[in-house]
């Protein structure tokens, strides 16, 4: 039998940790906010048993509440940061680094709503399974 390594299921395993949501973004947004998700936006493998995640965190509140939504942004930002610390989700977090800062980046699908982004890279140890030939 074989060993191989899947990479964690990154979204799923932030929005368990930080108490977020994980794509897709729902029908009913305006009904839910302030609303966080993350969406994995590339990667790669770092090492044997280890991925590199390109991350991207975007908070939606009410149009006129940017200040809210930077401040929910920026409060997740810290959160995630301690991962490889605290741990927390269905992940072994090894390393976190901010990629950019949070700013505001208009919805173009969602223009009656304010958005803040914010881009991070996370390296988690990938899930090791046994698979047979």
């Not at 998700?37 to 790669?44: K, Y």
């Not at 930077?70 to 741990?87: F, I």
């Not at 208009?106 to 890279?121: H, K």
């Amino acid at each position: 039998m074989t060993q191989i390594a899947k990479p964690v299921d990154v979204e799923g395993a932030l929005a368990s940790a930080l108490g977020i949501a994980a794509p897709p973004v729902p029908e009913d947004l305006t009904a839910r906010l302030p609303y966080a998700v993350a969406t994995r936006t590339g990667g790669s493998r770092a090492g044997k048993v280890v991925d590199t995640f390109y991350v991207d965190f975007d908070v939606w509140c009410a149009k006129d509440e940017w200040g809210l939504a930077h401040e929910v942004a920026a409060g997740l930002l810290a959160r995630a940061e301690e991962l490889p610390r605290s741990g927390g989700g269905a992940a072994t977090w090894c390393a976190v680094s901010v990629e950019t800062h949070p700013y505001n980046n208009p919805d173009p699908v969602r223009p009656d709503l304010a958005r803040v982004t914010f881009a991070m890279t996370i390296t988690a140890r990938a899930v090791v399974e046994d698979w047979s030939d």
